[in-house]
């Protein structure tokens, strides 16, 4: 028996239905293809969106740490000691303004200078005279031109601490902080000028300009950095001295003041010797000048133990790390021998402590 399909000149059903089911799955898959095809380039478009903006968010990323923008905090250092800034922003290579920062900083700045001019009005300035020069290099046993250049150092840190902080690059806020303590510095020189009892002194101008330029070469040439300028005052009663005669406030009664240079002996050290000496300790020399009389009175000078509170205190929060490295610039007690008339040992310099008939 012979099947309808092989029949000659028979039509072939099947093959009919065959060939129907193919071209239609050809077609459905065809179709298929296509919109698959554009589906995958639409996701693919998508993908390469997403990859773009992943992209630029990486490289936004990348700027924010770029050291061609901000200086890499390795380097961001004063001897050696990681510093912060005011308000923990990263310091910057170029500047850019933070007009926030700017106008709060600026108005405490303002505010501290115009509260000092008001207090130095009510006091050195309060009685007035024709513009003067009176050179007074030795005025207080020099004890007066240190304060000046200590005096500047400090107001050029806080100034550019303030330029930093509102978005000047460092080396810019740097230079915009010395020149602030100058212009202020000399400010008060002009005013010493017209004061009934004060005049305008080249001596003192000079001690600004040496503040400045300590602060300055500190800057630019680190290693300058194991030299620390540091300062403290304690009314003189209350280690045993005279005050200043005169003395109109604590700023001039330099019975009280002592001025010391702080040498980092740590990082002088050779490196096998480091670890033979505390980090925070240092040795420092200084002077100062007691039971002061206007031009009389006894100069002396010390050599003694420093402390740096960067390196002893305990960390924490980046306010309290900005505090810390400023309190770096202030005298803290410390052993010491005083050379003058006597000499003598103080346990915490300058106070002297007494047990029985031992002073020290």
């Not at 993908?47 to 923008?69: C, F, H, K, L, R």
Request: negative net charge.
């Amino acid at each position: 028996m012979v099947a309808l399909g092989q029949i000659p000149g028979m039509i072939d059903t099947n093959t009919i239905k065959k060939k129907e089911l193919q071209n239609h799955c050809e077609f459905c898959c065809s179709a298929e293809l296509s919109v698959c095809s554009e589906h995958f380039a639409v996701e693919s478009e998508v993908i390469i969106v997403d990859i773009g903006v992943a992209e630029t968010q990486e490289t936004s990323e990348g700027e924010s740490e770029d050291s061609s923008i901000f200086v890499p905090l390795s380097h961001f250092t004063y001897a050696g000691d990681q510093r912060v800034t005011i308000d923990g922003s990263m310091p910057r290579n170029t500047t850019r303004i933070r007009p926030l920062p700017l106008i709060g900083l600026a108005s405490i700045y303002l505010g501290i200078t115009t509260a000092l001019h008001i207090y130095q009005v009510n006091t050195f300035w309060d009685s007035t005279t024709t513009f003067r020069f009176i050179e007074d290099g030795d005025y207080a046993l020099y004890a007066d031109k240190f304060g000046h250049a200590w005096g500047t150092y400090i107001n050029a840190y806080l100034a550019s601490e303030a330029l930093m902080g509102s978005g000047l690059s460092w080396d810019a806020a740097t230079l915009g902080g010395a020149g602030i303590a100058l212009a202020y510095q000399t400010y008060v020189e002009v005013m010493d000028g017209y004061g009934k009892t004060w005049g305008f002194s080249w001596s003192d101008m000079y001690a600004n300009f040496a503040g400045a330029a300590w602060f300055l070469g500190q800057h630019y040439v680190p290693f300058l950095q194991n030299f620390t300028y540091k300062s403290n005052f304690f009314p003189p009663p209350w280690f045993g001295r005279l005050t200043r005669e005169s003395a109109e406030t604590f700023l001039d009664d330099y019975s009280g003041w002592t001025f010391t240079l702080a040498i980092d002996v740590h990082n002088l050290l050779p490196r096998d010797a480091k670890k033979y000496w505390p980090k925070w300790l240092n040795i420092d020399v200084g002077h100062a000048v007691r039971d002061l009389r206007f031009r009389e009175g006894e100069s002396v000078y010390t050599i003694g133990l420093d402390i740096n509170p960067v390196r002893l205190l305990p960390d924490g929060p980046n306010l309290w790390k900005w505090f810390r490295q400023g309190f770096n610039y202030v005298k803290i007690p410390a052993p010491a021998i005083e050379f003058g008339t006597v000499t003598r040992f103080r346990l915490l310099y300058p106070f002297q402590l007494q047990i029985g008939p031992i002073h020290f």
